[in-house]
């Protein structure tokens, strides 16, 4: 199959690094590949790195995106994106004619080139990982999906989320692929407390803000790190309000910028949290459990679902309920029990969300799709 995935990535984070990991997978090398990236994008260099040619493409610039989004951008704002959509795809079907078929991974440039895909009479998947709380942008998302020939998501919360019943054939769901951390050759440090950990982006989606000020009164119980932050000199408000908070814990709660170092960071966790209010996956979930740390997730959305899935793991429904079971693995710690996952539950992790094991699924689903018939009713 010849095959063109397009993607804006203006940064690379988890989903960034998923495809990453499926375009290294051995069920990719019996494809064709092209991709197309956005300007400036950091994900070239990554690309590049792992053999994979890239060519530059002209995205639509959403006039709306640029005044807050759909809920508050001007109808004249709206109105000339949906002209600048339609240009771009007819500008584009003659390169989508090119394909055998077409995956997005990214929310907003589907729109323009699911439409050259109707134009061209190529099939366009579209990998739905984006997730949104707002009415507004839960519904803009649902009408750019339905342009679609098919769509593949990483969780059945994923859909859920969305306001989407995914009765049809058309909607798939197929977990990231996850490879291995690098393995520490240390063991995880001998401490008085139990050491928990944040990893990912660092905003207000993620609740680290609320993670912070919910362990802040047990700090004497417990060590914390996040991980995640950007450099100093482009780091949000919400980051520094974050880092002021660590800072005044003391010495041992820590916050670090994005690093290759988490392998070893995350193997020194007893536990890592993931207490994100909507997110699609979570792949921080999948390395904690491959390096014995216990995943804890808020309840809702793909953290949840993964936790579910691989059976290891806890799942909250609350921040009082948080501090509770914080309180709890505390006292099993000092009484010498380790709260991490045992070898065997490690190495079922690993083998359940490897490149190979997810990389031949998400294939085989995307072949599948760009086979079906006409698009079926949602």
Known sequence: MRLAIFLQAPEVWGAERSLLTLLRSEAAQAHQIDVYVGPGSPLVRELSNAGVATQEFPFVRHKSLAQGGLRS?????????????????????????????VLTFGLWETAEIALAGRIARTPVIFDFHVTFSGRVGRAA????????????APSLATYQQAGIMPKSARFRVVPRPVSALAPTSQAPPSSKKLR????????????????????????????????????????TAYEKEVIRLVQQQGHDWEVWERTNAVGELMSACDVVLNMSRHEAFGRTVVEAASVGALPLVMSG???????????????????????????????????????????EQMRATVERYSPATIGSRYFEQLEDLSKAGPLAES
Do not use: C
């Open 301 to 343: 959305g793909g953290p949840e679902e993964v936790v579910h899935d691989m059976t290891h793991g806890l799942v909250i429904s609350s921040w009082e309920e948080l501090t509770a079971t914080i309180v709890s693995l505390s006292d099993q710690f000092q009484d010498g029990k380790s709260v991490r996952l045992s070898p």
């Open 196 to 235: 928990i950990g944040i990893f990912g982006q660092v905003d207000e989606r993620k609740a680290v803000l609320e993670v912070v000020t919910t362990l802040s009164p047990l700090a004497e119980l417990v060590t914390l790190v996040v991980v995640g932050a950007r450099p100093e000199n482009i780091q």
């Open 73 to 101: 951008a001007s109808l004249t704002a709206v109105a000339s994106d949906f002209l600048s959509i339609a240009k771009q795809a007819i500008r584009s079907r003659k390169l989508l004619a090119r394909y055998d078929a």
């Open 141 to 152: 998302l649902r009408g750019i999906a339905s342009l679609a020939k098919g769509v593949i």
